[in-house]
């Protein structure tokens, strides 16, 4: 049987459609979902590890930044999502081991289940206040705060400064007028301002108001010695025993997804986080690389978080309406 011109034509044709079909049978791009605005921290260095994360997949990586209700929006979003690898969650520890207490609400009870992929990096507060209130020392605060009210602002009921502030207080015996803001920022600037009279804070916003002598740093609030303050004691060198507080960021997936993908992703993202391009970047925050420690004992650290902020939040009855 012989072929026409135009019979060869066509085959080619079809040949030709079909490479595109293989071509266009690429990898589905990954969502990183983070659960705030762009711009902040949070959303900067996710950014950076969702770049890193892509060169490492050979993958492409797309972050979307689903912000509202103190970031409950964004985090039910994915722990409602198909646990097909395709759909990622990039977010601070509080809405994973805070949140799920404070709201209720369609997809708070998938939270919880949700698998930790990859934690990013750690950090903790600086305790600061306005140097017009005259006190040097955390001593000194708190013998102050037994005899006059004090104030503290934070971002809201809920945030992550209000949870230090609260832990703070119940060690150290305290009753303090909590004065909530609309974002970290603000909050920090009223104490600026003279309007508030203590914050915890991250450490990237306050290091430099530290340094021009607009705020005092009077404590951080981790295990050790934050290495841009190294002449700013920890709260438990300060006598307050109980008074450690970290938070960190971490990379989780939908319940359900399949051990093979997480192990792929884990080991892509152990070693963004071992890069020194990533370690820069998130120095430059006030952050510090997080434990080395596998997937399986972070899982375990983060019911043990969640139980003692359950524990915590029920005592302090705070809630979010």
């Known amino acids: 049987m012989s072929l026409s011109r135009r019979n060869v034509m066509e085959a080619a044709t079809g040949l030709g459609l079909l490479g595109v079909g293989v071509a266009e049978a690429q990898p589905q791009a990954i969502s990183m979902v983070v659960p705030y605005a762009p711009g902040g921290g949070t959303d900067i260095v996710g950014r950076s590890f969702a770049q890193l994360f892509a060169r490492e997949l050979n993958?492409?990586?797309?972050?979307?930044?689903?912000?509202?209700?103190a970031g409950h929006i964004g985090t039910s979003a994915v722990a409602r999502a198909r646990?097909?690898?395709?759909?990622?969650?990039?977010?601070?520890?509080?809405?994973?081991?805070?949140n799920p207490h404070l709201q209720r609400g369609p997809g708070t009870e998938l939270i919880s289940s949700m698998t930790p992929v990859v934690q990013a990096a750690s950090y903790q507060y600086v305790l600061a206040v306005d140097p017009d209130l005259g006190v040097a020392s955390v001593a000194d605060l708190i013998a102050l705060a037994r005899t006059r009210s004090l104030t503290y602002s934070t971002a809201g009921?809920?945030?992550?400064n209000h949870l230090a502030a609260v832990v703070f207080a119940d060690a150290a015996g305290l009753q303090m007028?909590?004065?909530?803001?609309?974002?970290?920022?603000?909050?920090?600037?009223?104490?600026?301002?003279?309007n508030v009279q203590l914050i915890f804070s991250s450490p990237a916003p306050a290091i430099p108001l530290v340094r021009d002598g607009k705020l005092r740093a009077l404590a951080v609030t981790g295990a050790?010695?934050?290495?841009a303050l190294p002449e700013v004691p920890t709260l438990r060198e300060a006598g307050l025993q109980g008074a450690v507080i970290n938070g960190w960021h971490a990379v989780f997936a939908p319940g359900g997804t399949s051990p093979d993908i997480l192990a792929i992703y884990e080991a892509a993202g152990r070693r963004v986080v071992a890069m020194e391009e990533f370690g820069g970047r998130i120095a430059v925050e006030g952050m510090e690389p997080p434990p080395d420690r596998s997937m399986e004992a972070f899982a375990s650290a983060i019911r043990e978080e969640s139980a003692f902020w359950g524990r915590k939040l029920a005592e302090m009855q705070i809630r979010m309406e």
């Open 59 to 69: 993958r492409t990586v797309v972050v979307e930044n689903r912000s509202g209700a």
């Open 83 to 98: 646990p097909d690898g395709n759909t990622l969650l990039y977010c601070v520890s509080t809405h994973i081991v805070v």
């Open 157 to 160: 009921v809920g945030s992550n």
């Open 177 to 194: 007028e909590h004065v909530p803001y609309r974002g970290s920022l603000p909050a920090l600037l009223d104490v600026v301002a003279h």
């Open 224 to 227: 050790h010695r934050l290495a």
